[in-house]
C-alpha cells in the first residue's frame, strides 16, 4: 500500500493511497509472512517456515498449508480494509493508553473515495495536504505539521524525496519509474499557490508557473479549486474530471477516518 499524501489532525485522519497489488504478487512466500510478521506474530507453522533455514524441517502438507496462509496475508497487504483497520487501531491504543480509559476511540467507519484520473489524484493530494491551512491551525503548507506536504518540502530542500511517500517521478514518458506521473515542483508549486484561496478572501488566480500540470490533466484554474472545494462536500464515492461538469452546472483512493 503505497502513502500518497497524509494529514493528521486533533480529531481525524486523512490519507490518499495508492493500491499497489502488483508489487504484492511479486512477493515470495517468505516476503509474505515477513511482512506480515511485522505487524502480527502469525501461527505456529509460519513461525518455523521464516526461522528455518531449510524447509525439509517441515513436511509437504505443512508447507501446502504455510502457503496457503501466506495467500491470505497476500490479500491484506494491498487491502484498504486491513490498512485503515491497522492504522486506526494503532492510533485508538496510543489514545487509550493516554487517557487510562477503554472502549471505542472512533466515531464510526472511515469513509473514502475513489480517484479516477491524475487530476483528481492532484486534487486529492493537495486537499488532504492543505487540511491544517483551511482549518486554520498554519499559514503555510511548510507550516502545516504532521503532514506528507510538510515532509516533501523538508525533504526537497536537500533535493530528496521522503522514504516513506509514493515518489513523484516526471512528466509520462517511456519506462517510467513507478511513482506519482507529476513534477515535484509543479506539485509544490499548486500547493502553494492553491493555499492561498484558504488564507485570503480574494479571489487568487493561480500563477502561469503551475499551468503544464493542469493543462495536461485537462482543467483551468477555476475547475481546480472547484475540485478541490468538492472533494468531500460534492463528490461520494469517486472523484474525476468528467464529474466537474455536473458540479459547475449545481455550483487513487481518498480515505478519511
Same mark, same amino acid.
Request: glycine fraction near 4%.
Given at each position: 500500500?503505497?502513502?500518497?499524501? $497524509?494529514? *493528521?489532525?486533533?480529531?481525524?485522519?486523512?490519507?490518499?493511497?495508492?493500491? @499497489?497489488?502488483?508489487?504484492?504478487?511479486?512477493?515470495?512466500?517468505?516476503?509474505? =509472512?515477513?511482512? &506480515?510478521?511485522?505487524?502480527?506474530?502469525?501461527?505456529?507453522?509460519?513461525?518455523? $517456515?521464516?526461522?528455518? /533455514?531449510?524447509?525439509?524441517?517441515?513436511? /509437504?502438507?505443512?508447507? %501446502?498449508?504455510?502457503?496457503?496462509?501466506?495467500?491470505?496475508?497476500?490479500?491484506?497487504?494491498?487491502?484498504?480494509? &486491513?490498512?485503515?483497520?491497522?492504522?486506526?487501531?494503532?492510533?485508538?491504543?496510543?489514545?487509550?493508553? %493516554?487517557?487510562?480509559?477503554?472502549?471505542? $476511540? &472512533?466515531?464510526?467507519?472511515?469513509?473514502?473515495?475513489?480517484?479516477?484520473?491524475?487530476?483528481?489524484?492532484?486534487?486529492?493530494?493537495?486537499?488532504?495536504?492543505?487540511?491544517?491551512?483551511?482549518?486554520?491551525?498554519?499559514?503555510?503548507?511548510?507550516?502545516?505539521?504532521?503532514?506528507? =506536504?510538510?515532509?516533501?518540502?523538508?525533504?526537497?530542500?536537500?533535493?530528496?524525496?521522503?522514504?516513506?511517500?509514493?515518489?513523484? =517521478?516526471?512528466?509520462?514518458?517511456? @519506462?517510467?519509474?513507478?511513482?506519482?506521473?507529476?513534477?515535484?515542483?509543479?506539485?509544490?508549486?499548486?500547493?502553494?499557490?492553491?493555499?492561498?484561496?484558504?488564507?485570503?478572501?480574494?479571489? *487568487?488566480?493561480?500563477?502561469?508557473?503551475?499551468?503544464?500540470?493542469?493543462?495536461?490533466?485537462?482543467?483551468?484554474?477555476?475547475? &481546480?479549486?472547484?475540485?478541490?472545494?468538492? =472533494?468531500?462536500? %460534492? $463528490?461520494?464515492?469517486?472523484?474525476?474530471?468528467?464529474?466537474?461538469?455536473?458540479?459547475?452546472?449545481?455550483?487513487?483512493?481518498?480515505?478519511?477516518?
Amino acid at each position: 500500500m503505497d502513502v500518497c499524501a $497524509f494529514a *493528521v489532525m486533533s480529531n481525524h485522519t486523512h490519507v490518499v493511497l495508492r493500491i @499497489n497489488k502488483q508489487k504484492a504478487d511479486d512477493l515470495s512466500v517468505k516476503e509474505v =509472512i515477513t511482512r &506480515w510478521h511485522k505487524l502480527y506474530k502469525g501461527v505456529l507453522l509460519t513461525q518455523r $517456515f521464516i526461522q528455518s /533455514d531449510d524447509n525439509d524441517a517441515m513436511t /509437504d502438507a505443512e508447507v %501446502e498449508t504455510v502457503k496457503s496462509i501466506a495467500e491470505v496475508y497476500r490479500g491484506r497487504l494491498y487491502d484498504i480494509s &486491513w490498512f485503515m483497520r491497522l492504522l486506526n487501531e494503532y492510533i485508538a491504543r496510543l489514545a487509550n493508553k %493516554e487517557d487510562d480509559c477503554t472502549g471505542h $476511540f &472512533w466515531e464510526g467507519r472511515f469513509k473514502s473515495q475513489a480517484l479516477l484520473d491524475e487530476a483528481s489524484v492532484a486534487a486529492c493530494m493537495a486537499y488532504v495536504d492543505l487540511n491544517p491551512i483551511r482549518a486554520g491551525l498554519a499559514r503555510t503548507p511548510e507550516l502545516s505539521d504532521y503532514t506528507s =506536504i510538510q515532509k516533501r518540502i523538508t525533504a526537497a530542500k536537500s533535493n530528496r524525496q521522503p522514504q516513506a511517500l509514493l515518489p513523484f =517521478i516526471g512528466n509520462p514518458r517511456n @519506462n517510467m519509474s513507478d511513482g506519482l506521473p507529476f513534477r515535484i515542483e509543479d506539485y509544490l508549486a499548486i500547493v502553494e499557490l492553491t493555499s492561498r484561496q484558504y488564507t485570503s478572501k480574494k479571489q *487568487v488566480k493561480i500563477d502561469d508557473t503551475v499551468a503544464p500540470m493542469l493543462t495536461r490533466v485537462g482543467i483551468g484554474d477555476a475547475a &481546480w479549486h472547484t475540485m478541490i472545494a468538492g =472533494i468531500e462536500s %460534492e $463528490f461520494k464515492t469517486t472523484v474525476s474530471i468528467e464529474k466537474l461538469g455536473h458540479i459547475q452546472k449545481r455550483g487513487y483512493r481518498c480515505r478519511s477516518a
